[in-house]
Each structure stands twice: as structure tokens, then as C-alpha cells.
């Protein structure tokens, strides 16, 4: 058996540094993890005035419920929870103008429906180029709250900037959704908002952030916003998915500790995907474990809610015993880049045959050649194929630094575990 120790989540790491830098008082991160995209955020709280110290295992933050500082510059790199977070922590200062810039990358990422809806809650805010894109400036004088309605189909980072923004407006938020996807990632919003000290109440498509120091039925003398804590970062799920894939695909056992069943994040739920193409899988409150039963049979299979594992699957579906047909993935396509035809124009380098359309892609067994992955910049897209390369051996990268956005040190424990693997 291997055990795979990971670096923490991106997605947890980047709503702690927010809700720590809004709490009331210093907040300890413990093992947080540390990548170009987390690195971004507290750079990016740095220069809102936040104070930010970091150490090999724990960050510790110095609260602001003010806000930020007065005026910045704030360049987010190629982070989307930097980018799409900040700007709704810099709104609800007193006052100050903050701009915020990002990579050409980022730049090409939409912003749209949660520009829009700061704006509808009166937020001061310019988008400098194109509409619903970086970079912006945001002119803050504090949010009010109200009703807003949100589409969140293209991202649930929309939704998750906003409910944590609830607690530092004046009267509290109301949002109706119409569209989510990757609802799981809301579920680690709401849980992680609650360790902070703050609740959100739920009902169907609306969720209710209460005004700060409100009680049940309206009355005052609550406890206030966001409380300052030591926070434990769990390991990253969707980066755990390609080790998982690894163990079903070569017949290795694979656990990871620090993800269990009381895990945050959905996109451990990529187990069960494994479990259904003929894997083995044991979970405990400590750990999950994956194993080979043999070949993977095909499937077809909706993965709406964890769609950042989507290239993980779509690299190893070649080797399946029948088609794998990915379903319900069209936010696939506003990512670091557009994931859905990047896993397809590499699927078809190697040989393999691949069907797509708006929101999915269909993969056909065959054997995959070496070939160098056209990887857009994206992180995602060298992880999954690193996994094909355990069975295709001579693949290469057009771009395999840029794994530092979310695994640093990826290839250095990808490859001691390909090692392992090739001395079986």
C-alpha cells in the first residue's frame, strides 16, 4: 500500500485566508496549502492592509473587520478565488479604491454575474476593458445588503464570494439562485463560515446571511461577524483524484490520510465514479483508500458537482473496457482554459476516439500513444494526463511548471510514485 500525504486544498485555503482576514482578531491557518494561487490571495491581503505571516506549516492572519486599508493595487495572478473573492472583500471597506488586475489568463475569465451582482447591492465598481472581466476598480463606501438574484451556472465562486461578503454588510443578504453548479464547494462555504462563526440559513435556492449581531425573528445583540480561530486545511481533494485514478489504473493501492468521511470537499465523491467503473474503494473518518479489482469498465456519468475531476476521468476512460460518456460539464469550458476540448484535442493526439458537444464528452477504449499534451497552461490538464502516462510512457508537456498554481512539488511525487508502480 501507498500512503500519499498531500498538500492542502486550494479551495479551503482560499476561503480561510478571507474569512480570517474579516474576523475579529488572528486567525492561525495549519497547513495551508502553499502554491501560486494561495501565494496570490495573501499577497493580494498584504496589499489590502492585511497582516499576513507565513511559516512552512501555518499562516497566521491578522483580522481586519473594518476592512481593507485605504487604496491598492491588487494583481490576482492566474487565481480565480483571488480574483473573484478579493474584489467582494475590498466592497465592503468604508471607504478606499482598490484596483484589481490579473493575468491574461485570469483576464479572459468571466466576472460577470458577480460584478453585477455587487453592483446591484450598490457597489462602485468599473470594469476597465471588457465587460465582466478583470481588471475593475472598486470605489467602496461599505454594502447595505438586500435581495439579489444570482445565476451561478458558470461558477459556484460567484455564490461563495458573496455569502461571505453577508456578514460585513450592514442588513444582511438575501440571494436566490437560479443556477448553481458544483453546488459541493457552496457545502464547504457554508461549513467553513460556521467555523467562523457565522451561520447562513438555507431554504431550497435561498440563502439568508443575517446582519451582523441579529438574532432569530429579528432582534439585535448577536455575536457579530466572523470570530478568529486555528483552522486545520484538509488535504486537496481534487488533487488526491489523480493518485486515486493512479491506483485504479495500475493496480495499486492508494490512501490518503486526512480525507475521510467527514472530508469538506465533493470532489471525493470522484471515488465513487472509480468505485463504479470496478474499483475498490474504503473510507474511514480518517482516510479513503483506493484499490484495483482489475479493468475499469465504462460509464456514463454526470459530474455536474465535481467537474474539476472531469480531466481525471477523461485521462484514464482510453483504458476502460467500453465507453466513458461525461455529461453535464459545460463549466468545464470556462476553467483555465476550456477543459472539455483541451481533454478532447489530446485524447485524439493519442489516438483515441472522442466525441464531443456542448456539455459533454464521449471517450472510446484504444490504446493511447505518446504524444506531448498541449496543456493551455492548465494545471488540471498535466495532473490528469500524468496518469495516462502510467500506462503511455514517452508523453511530455508543452508546459509542465504550471503545476505551481495548485502541486508545486507534483512531479517530483508523481514520478516516486510511477517508480513504485514500475518496480511491481
Known sequence: MTVIHLPGSKSVTARALFLAAAADGTTTLLRPLCSDDTE???????????????????WYVEGRPSGPAADAEV???????????????????????????????MRRRPLAPLTEALRSLGVDLRHEGAHGHHPLTVRASGVRGGELTLDAGESSQYLTALLMLGPLTAEGLRIEVTDLVSAPYVGITLAMMRSFGAEVHREGDTFTVPAPGSRPGGARGGSGGYRATTYAIEPDASTASYFFAAAALTGREVTVPGLGTGALQGDLRFTEV????????????????????????????????ISDTMPTLAAIAPFATSPVRIEDVANTRVKECDRLEACAENLRNMGITVHTGPDWIEIHPGTPRPTEIVTHGDHRIVMA???????????????????????????????????????R
Open 40 to 58: 496570490g490571495f495573501a499577497e493580494g491581503l498584504i496589499r489590502l492592509g492585511y497582516g499576513v505571516r507565513r511559516e512552512p506549516d501555518r
Open 75 to 105: 494583481h490576482c495572478r492566474d487565481g480565480a478565488t483571488t480574483a473573484r473573492f478579493l474584489p467582494a472583500l475590498a466592497a465592503a471597506a468604508a471607504g478606499g479604491t482598490y484596483r484589481f488586475d490579473a493575468s491574461e489568463q
Open 274 to 305: 472509480l468505485r463504479r467503473m470496478g474499483a475498490e474503494v474504503t473510507m474511514t473518518a480518517q482516510s479513503t483508500t483506493v484499490r484495483s479489482r482489475g479493468p475499469l469498465s465504462g460509464l456514463t456519468v454526470t459530474m455536474r458537482d
Open 385 to 423: 494526463f500524468a496518469v495516462a502516462g502510467l500506462r503511455t510512457p514517452g508523453i511530455s508537456y508543452d508546459d509542465p511548471g504550471c503545476v505551481r498554481k495548485t502541486f508545486p512539488g507534483f512531479h517530483e511525487e508523481f514520478a516516486a510514485f510511477a517508480a513504485g508502480a514500475a518496480a
